[in-house]
C-alpha cells in the first residue's frame, strides 16, 4: 500500500511537472490561435512611453477587426520594464518562454536592447523596436528599430549643419553612454567621408553642472553651428548670456518635446533633428496614417506614437508576407530576407536583412524652434550623401 | 585653459549656496539631508506652476518658499519624533528613502527631463562685464553675495546669539538640551522649515543655470554633497571655498584633453583627496595628542 502511495505520488509529481512544462515553456511554434507578439515598453520609471504599446494595440486591432493574418488574430503582450534591468531581462525571458511570442515590436525602453540583445540572438528572434533608444538596438544581428537613432541621426546633423546650412566651423558636445562612444566617433567618420569635412571642436563628455564652460570652450573655436544632446533649458539660457545669438544649435531627437521648444529664448537658434516626419505637423506626407490611428484612438502625438505605428506597420506587413505557418521561426526568416518597405513617414525604405547590426532609417528632417513652439522647415529629408 | 578655468568660477557660487544648505542642516539639526534639494526643486516648481498660470513671480516665490518650509518642517517633525534616539547613518538613509519618494512624485508631476523642461525666471540673466571670453552675467556677484551672507549670517547666529547657542545644544547633544529646558523639538521642526525655505530660495536662483527639470534639479544633491565635504560639512568658509573651487575644477578639467573624458570624476577625486588629506592630519594629531 506505501508503495502504491509513493508511485501514485511520483506519477502525480511527474505529470505536474510535464503539464507545468508543457503550460509554462512555449516555443512560439503554435500554429493556431492567435499570434502572439511580444513588447518591452517604459511605462513607470524614468523612461515613460505609455503612448507606443497603445499605437501598436491599435494597429492591430485594425488588422484583426479585417480578419487578421491568414486566419489568425494578433495579440500584442507588453510588459513594462519601468528601466529596471531586472524587469527587462524578466519580461524578455517571459515573454519568449511563458507567453510563447513569435517576434517583439514595438518595444520602448531604455534598457531592452543592450540587456536583451544576446537572449534575442540564442532564442533566434527578431525585434523590431518602435524606439531605439540605448545605442545596442542599432548594433545587434536580431534587433533592427524603425527610427534613425543617435548614430545614424549624428551623421545626417553633421551633413544638414554642413551641406545645408553651409556652416564652415561645426562642434560636437555631447553625453555619450557608456560604451557607445566609439559608435558616436564613426558617425562622425561617416560624415568626413562624405563631405571631406572635418570637426572644428569635440566633446564627447559633457556632463551635468553648469555649462558655461563647454560653452565658452564653443566661442574660442569659433563653432558657427554646435551639435547638442544633453539638457535643453540650461544650455539655452547661458548660450543667450553668452552672447552665442549668432551660433546655430542642432539638438538631438530626445529634445524634440513642446516643453523644450518653450524654454529656448527667443533669438537662439535651435534647429532638432524629428527623426520621421515631424510629429508636431500632422498634415505632412506619410503622417495622415499615424495621425488617423492615434486621434482615432485618443492616443497621445508624440514622435514615439510614430515610431509605434510605423514598427506595427512594417510587421504587419512582413508577416502577411509569409507563405505557410506564421510561427517564430518562420517570422525569423521572414525578416531576415526581405526587401526593403516603403514608408513616407521615414527618410528611406525600411529593411531588416541578414546584417550582423541593422541601423536601416538613414536621415531625418528638422524643425527650428519658433516662438515657443518647433517650425517644420521646408527642405524635406536630409539623407547623408542624397543631394 | 583661462577662459574655461574663469567659466567654472563663475559657476562656483552657486555650487557654494547648495553646498551651504547641506552644511546649515547639518551644523543645526545634525542630519545629512539628501532630501534636501528634492523638497528645494519642488518648491521652485510650485512657483513655477504658479508663474505659469500668470501669477506674479514674486508672489508665486513666495508661495513656493512657503510649501517647500512647510515640507521640511513635515519631514524634519517625522525625523524629530521617530528618529530623534537614532544614529545619524539611520537618520541619513531615512533622508534617502525621502529623496528617493520625492524624485518620484516630482517626475511624475512635472515631467521628466525632455519633457518637464521649464524656464525659470532669471533676473539676474544680463551681462555685467567680460573677462576673456567669459560674459559674467549679474547672477554670479548675486549667487557669491547671497554664500556669503549664509555664511556670515550663520556664522554669527551660531556663535554671538542665544538662539544659536540652544540650537548647537540641540544639534550636538540634542537628549541634553531637553534636559536643561531647551524646547528641543519645536526649535528642530523650525530650523528644518527655514532650511527648506532658503533652499527653494537657491534651487529658483541656480536653476537657470543648473537645470529646468525636476530630476535635474532634485538630482543637485550630489554636488552639494560634494562641496560640503570639502567643508568636512561643519565650516562654512571651507564650504563656500569648495563651491568655488569645484566650479575651477570643472573647468579645468573641460579643458584639458587629455583628461576630458574623465571630467565628471576628476572634481570629485580631488574632493577625495583633500578628504583623505585633512582625516590624516586629524590622526596625526590624536596620535601626538595622546
Known sequence: ?387 | MVNSVIAGLTSGGGYALLGLCVVLTYRLVAVVNFALTAVGALGAFVMVSLTDRGVNALLALLAGVVFAALLSALLGAALVRWFAGHKEGTKAAVTVAIFVALTAVGVRLFGGNTTGAHRFPNPFGAPLFTVGDVVVPQSVPVSLAFAVLITVAVGLLLTRTRIGLKLQALSERPGTAEVVGIPAPRLAVGVWAGVGAVTTMVVVLVAPRLGGDFSTLSGLISTALAVAMVGAFRSLPLTLAGGLILGCLEGLSSSLDSIQKYQGVVPFLVILVLLWWRSRREIWDTEHGR
Not at chain 1, 153 to 173: F, H, N, V
Request: aromatic share 8%.
Open chain 1, 1 to 387: 500500500m506505501k508503495r502504491t502511495l509513493s508511485t501514485a505520488a511520483a506519477a502525480l509529481a511527474v505529470s505536474v511537472t510535464v503539464s507545468v512544462t508543457a503550460a509554462g515553456c512555449q516555443s512560439g511554434d503554435s500554429t493556431k490561435g492567435p499570434i502572439k507578439v511580444g513588447s518591452i515598453n517604459g511605462i513607470t520609471g524614468l523612461f515613460q512611453t505609455p503612448e507606443v504599446p497603445k499605437a501598436v494595440k491599435a494597429v492591430f486591432d485594425e488588422v484583426n477587426a479585417a480578419g487578421g493574418i491568414g486566419g489568425r488574430k494578433l495579440r500584442l503582450i507588453s510588459k513594462d520594464d519601468a528601466m529596471d534591468p531586472q524587469r527587462s531581462s524578466q519580461a524578455a525571458r517571459e515573454l519568449i518562454k511563458s507567453d510563447g511570442v513569435v517576434a517583439f515590436a514595438g518595444s520602448s525602453s531604455a534598457v531592452d536592447c543592450g540587456l536583451n540583445r544576446a537572449t534575442y540572438s540564442k532564442e533566434k528572434i527578431v525585434s523590431v523596436p518602435a524606439v531605439g533608444v540605448d545605442p545596442a538596438c542599432f548594433t545587434s544581428p536580431n534587433i533592427a528599430p524603425v527610427n534613425p537613432g543617435p548614430y545614424a541621426l549624428t551623421t545626417a546633423m553633421l551633413y544638414y549643419a554642413s551641406e545645408t546650412l553651409k556652416k564652415q566651423r561645426i562642434c560636437i558636445d555631447y553625453t555619450v553612454l557608456p560604451g557607445s562612444g566609439g559608435g558616436i566617433e564613426n558617425a562622425i567618420k561617416k560624415w568626413t567621408e562624405l563631405t571631406g569635412k572635418t570637426l572644428t571642436h569635440k566633446n564627447l563628455a559633457v556632463g551635468n553642472g553648469d555649462p558655461t564652460r563647454y560653452l565658452v570652450a564653443d566661442k574660442n573655436a569659433g563653432c558657427e553651428a554646435v551639435l547638442y544632446n544633453a539638457t535643453v533649458a540650461p544650455w539655452f539660457s547661458q548660450a543667450k548670456t553668452q552672447g552665442m545669438q549668432n551660433v546655430d544649435f542642432l539638438l538631438a531627437a530626445n529634445s524634440y518635446t513642446d516643453a523644450n521648444a518653450k524654454v529656448i529664448p527667443a533669438g537662439m537658434n535651435a534647429y532638432c533633428g524629428a527623426e520621421w516626419q515631424p510629429y508636431t505637423d500632422p498634415s505632412l506626407p506619410g503622417n495622415d496614417r499615424w495621425a488617423k490611428i492615434v486621434e482615432g484612438h485618443g492616443i497621445q502625438k508624440t514622435a514615439f506614437s510614430q515610431g509605434a505605428v510605423m514598427a506595427a506597420d512594417v510587421f504587419v506587413q512582413v508577416l502577411k508576407g509569409i507563405k505557410g505557418d506564421i510561427t517564430r521561426a518562420s517570422v525569423t526568416e521572414a525578416f531576415k530576407t526581405m526587401k526593403p518597405v516603403a514608408y513616407p513617414m521615414a527618410a528611406n525604405p525600411w529593411v531588416f536583412g541578414p546584417g550582423k547590426e541593422h541601423n536601416p532609417i538613414k536621415g531625418t528632417r528638422f524643425v527650428k524652434a519658433d516662438g515657443g513652439g518647433w517650425k517644420v522647415l521646408p527642405e524635406g529629408f536630409t539623407v547623408p550623401g542624397e543631394k
